[in-house]
């Protein structure tokens, strides 16, 4: 079945840091003529406007009025998904470490996850796309029509978030692997949505696969249901 033929499907994919979850979900969308949505951007977008307007990521009161006051979008340019916040667009400050474990922090509060839940739940009404996240699945989209957990060796894991880093400021392979292994720690044993595989999502280890390998195994199992 072509994708044009297909019916539109809500499709979500999540998993632990450095699985390799970006680059699938957008070639996976590019294969079936969807859009593609980041949520791990929007919440580093929050992240980022608490960092640069002075919010603890444990005042809740502070953050709830910070996520009252700002605007988020994604769009799609000639430079690819972009994610505006208040008119500015910050995509190439969502990926340094200090945003990065900022976002790991505020992503746990209250405020923020009921901001972004209406956001995500908004954009994916019209279906016909495939969202990236953490708690894709089991939260924000129980009723998705496709779902997958896409996870990789710790060590694997690390290895891509370090090939990523700028080689200036990157720091040692041993201190990546440990920011990683505290990161599932903390996105696992968090208690509101916590990290962890929906019952019913296809379950896909990348450790050995490369992005093409694990996208065809995605479609052959959506080619299965529609």
């Given at each position: 079945?072509?994708?044009?033929?297909?019916?539109?499907?809500?499709?979500?994919?999540?998993?632990?840091?450095?699985?390799?979850?970006?680059?699938?979900?957008?070639?996976?969308?590019?294969r079936l003529g969807y859009r593609y949505v980041d949520t791990g951007a929007l919440y580093r977008a929050v992240a980022l406007a608490a960092m640069d307007r002075q919010v603890g990521a444990a005042d809740d009161?502070?953050?709830?009025?910070?996520?009252?006051?700002?605007?988020?979008?994604?769009?799609?340019?000639?430079?690819?998904?972009?994610?505006?916040?208040?008119?500015?667009?910050?995509?190439?400050?969502?990926?340094?470490?200090?945003?990065?474990?900022?976002?790991?922090?505020?992503?746990?509060?209250?405020p923020v996850r009921r901001f972004l839940l209406t956001l995500q739940r908004a954009?994916?009404?019209?279906?016909?796309?495939v969202f990236e996240g953490?708690?894709?699945?089991?939260?924000?989209?129980?009723?998705?029509?496709?779902?997958?957990?896409?996870d990789a060796a710790v060590e694997e894991r690390a290895?891509?978030?370090h090939a990523e880093l700028a080689e200036a400021g990157r720091p040692p392979l041993a201190t990546v692997i440990e920011e990683i292994r505290q990161r599932d720690r903390n996105d696992s044993s968090r208690q509101l949505a916590p990290l962890k595989p929906a019952a019913d999502a296809v379950r896909i280890?990348?450790?050995?696969?490369?992005?093409?390998?694990?996208?065809?195994?995605?479609?052959?199992?959506?080619?299965?249901?529609?």
């Open positions: 079945m072509t994708p044009r033929t297909r019916p539109l499907l809500l499709v979500t994919i999540d998993g632990p840091a450095g699985a390799g979850k970006t680059t699938v979900s957008r070639l996976l969308a590019q009161e502070g953050l709830d009025r910070l996520c009252q006051g700002i605007h988020l979008a994604l769009t799609v340019t000639d430079r690819g998904l972009r994610l505006i916040l208040d008119g500015a667009d910050v995509t190439d400050r969502l990926r340094g470490r200090e945003v990065t474990a900022m976002a790991s922090a505020v992503s746990a509060r209250l954009l994916g009404e019209a279906r016909g796309a953490r708690d894709m699945g089991t939260v924000v989209f129980p009723d998705a029509d496709v779902k997958f957990f896409l290895r891509r978030r280890d990348a450790t050995d696969l490369t992005p093409d390998g694990v996208v065809e195994r995605m479609l052959a199992h959506i080619d299965v249901l529609t």
